[in-house]
Every structure is written in C-alpha cells, then in structure tokens.
T-cell receptor
Framework: SQKIEQNSEALNIQEGKTATLTCNYT??????LQWYRQDPGRGPVFLLL?????KEKRKERLKVTFDTTLKQSLFHITASQPADSATYLCALCENAGNMLTFGGGTRLMVKP | GAVVSQHPSRVICKSGTSVKIECRSLDFQATTMFWYRQFPKKSLMLMAT?????????EQGVEKDKFLINHASLTLSTLTVTSAHPEDSSFYIC????????????FGSGTQLSVL
C-alpha cells in the first residue's frame, strides 16, 4: 500500500541548531515533492518544491533534499529560531493536476 | 502572492443543521479547488476535488450527499455539510492552485466545525 511517513513525535531542538525532518514514502513515483508549514488552527503554507530530477533545493535557511532511490526527502532548517516552531508537512504529487497527498506532519519545537 | 480566503473560521452548530463553508481565490482564478479534512494532530485528508462548472470528484469513502460541493465561478467553491452530526466535527481546509505560481497550492485558513 502507499504510505507517506513523517515522524509523528515532536522534534525538540535548541535555538541556533539545525533541524532535520524526514519524509519517507512507499509505493509512490512522485513527479515532485513539496514541504509546507502549518501553524495551529491555520491552513498550510507552501515552503519549497523539489522535482524528481533534483537532488537539493535551498531557500534562505531552508534546504530540501530528494533521494528517489531511498524514497526519502529531508527538510533542514539551519540556525533555527523559536519562530520556526510549527508542524511541517511533506506532500507528494505523482502526476499533473496538483493533487497532493500529505504526510502526517512533524511538529518542530525550537527552544530559546 | 496568491490568497485564498475561507469563511467562516469557526462554526458551532446543533446536530441536524447544514453548514456552508466558502472558499474564495482573491486575486487569481482557480479552475480547481481542493477540500480537505483534518483531525487533531493528523494529516490532511483529501475529501474532494472541486471543478469549476462541473461536478466535484470525491475521494473514496466520502459521502457525496453529505458533503455537497459547488464551484459556480472561477473564484468561489463552497462545501456544505448537510445535516451535520457530532462525528462531522473537524477542521476543514480548502486549497487552490494559481497556474501563474506553478504547482504549489494556496490554502485557506481553515474552518473549525463543532457539532453539538
């Protein structure tokens, strides 16, 4: 069966450290993968998109890697700040039409 | 950037009431919008794909007669939860894609529905 797995346990890190979140998938052949941030009681906000033929994408303090052999994407936040505390969702799209399938999300807590 | 407005943000209603949730794309046209349901600390579950001018496409297990979707214009989709019951209580979120912005989705702020 198809699965998108993110660590359901909260990730607690100290301010200034690098946070690394993992997204593993099974039985998907994604055309691209996206990462979103969701704050409590709010809708997700788009962060980054990485395509199947790309290995790494960066945007300011964010970095995403995509390994189609391992079927895994890693999401990094460098020099983390308490304001980065939120739930981060990965989402896969297998074909055209923008239909995304979401992972369960990982909650990140950055402590000052 | 593109903005999706969702209204209302919170609804508390009695069992048996029908509740309408609106999703508007404010500065772009959206031929397709998506409706999700989210339980606390759980993932977004796609309920249906709303297509302007045609019938919505529902995901398996989602009752069409229970969750009525209307996409009457390029900027508005509505989800009506008919005869709501306590088990329908959830966080409902819509999203839309702005073709000019590529494949990313823009989400509404969500609607927390509580059925008493």
């Amino acid at each position: 069966s198809q699965k998108i797995e993110q660590n359901s346990e909260a990730l607690n890190i100290q301010e200034g450290k690098t946070a690394t979140l993992t997204c593993n998938y099974t039985n998907y052949s994604p055309a691209y993968l996206q990462w979103y941030r969701q704050d409590p009681g709010r809708g997700p906000v788009f962060l980054l998109l990485i395509r199947e033929n790309e290995k790494e994408k960066r945007k300011e303090r964010l970095k995403v890697t995509f390994d189609t052999t391992l079927k895994q994407s890693l999401f990094h936040i460098t020099a983390s700040q308490p304001a980065d505390s939120a739930t981060y969702l990965c989402a896969l799209c297998e074909n055209a039409g923008n239909m995304l399938t979401f992972g369960g999300g990982t909650r990140l807590m950055v402590k000052p | 950037g593109a903005v999706v407005s969702q209204h209302p943000s919170r609804v508390i209603c009695k069992s048996g009431t029908s509740v309408k949730i609106e999703c508007r794309s404010l500065d772009f046209q959206a031929t397709t919008m998506f409706w999700y349901r989210q339980f606390p600390k759980k993932s977004l579950m796609l309920m249906a794909t709303s297509n302007e001018g045609s019938k919505a496409t529902y995901e398996q297990g989602v009752e069409k007669d229970k969750f009525l979707i209307n996409h009457a214009s390029l900027t508005l989709s509505t989800l009506t939860v008919t005869s709501a019951h306590p088990e329908d209580s959830s966080f409902y979120i819509c999203s839309a894609a702005d073709r000019a912005a590529g494949e990313k989705l823009f989400f509404g702020s969500g609607t927390q529905l509580s059925v008493l």
